[in-house]
């Protein structure tokens, strides 16, 4: 199927979609919700402020990037 999905999410966008799927999620933390969402964001091939998902990621992991408590 090759389908190639380009697109630029904000990092609010990517929150908003983490704090919707958190209850169902297994991450104890919003963090780790934001993260799995830039792991979709990976697969399907889409950026978010115009960096690389799993730059992202590593920034949020590294704390160079905040992610709101709640």
């Known amino acids: 199927k090759n389908i190639k999905h380009n697109g630029n999410l904000t990092l609010e966008e990517v929150i908003d ?13 919003l963090k780790g919700c934001v993260k799995e969402v830039l792991g979709v964001c ?24 905040e992610i709101p408590e709640k």
């Open 17 to 29: 979609v983490a704090r919707i799927m958190w209850p169902t999620s297994l991450a104890r933390e």
């Open 42 to 65: 990976f697969s399907v091939g889409c950026t978010v402020e115009g960096q690389h998902p799993k730059d992202l990621c590593d920034k949020i992991a590294d704390g160079e990037v």
